[in-house]
């Protein structure tokens, strides 16, 4: 019953194609966090300040936009 297992066989770029990949999901993933922690831990909403993007001009129209 206490048989021998042999783990199988991954190819070497397999394993550095795989890494590298997790490693950029990490950063992104810091990267994003640095960004957004307010946001993510609930101190701050996207819709409570204003980016500056313009939209309360007399040029822009809203309508149809939800």
């Known amino acids: 019953m206490g048989g021998h297992h042999t ?14 990949l997790g490693t950029t999901m990490w950063f992104w993933v810091f990267y994003r966090a640095k960004k957004d922690w307010k946001t993510t831990l609930g101190f701050q ?16 129209s809203n309508a149809g936009h939800h």
């Open 45 to 60: 909403y996207p819709w409570d300040h204003d980016h500056g993007h313009g939209h309360a001009d007399a040029g822009h």
């Open 7 to 20: 783990p199988f066989h991954v190819p070497k770029h397999h394993r550095y194609l795989s890494v590298a």
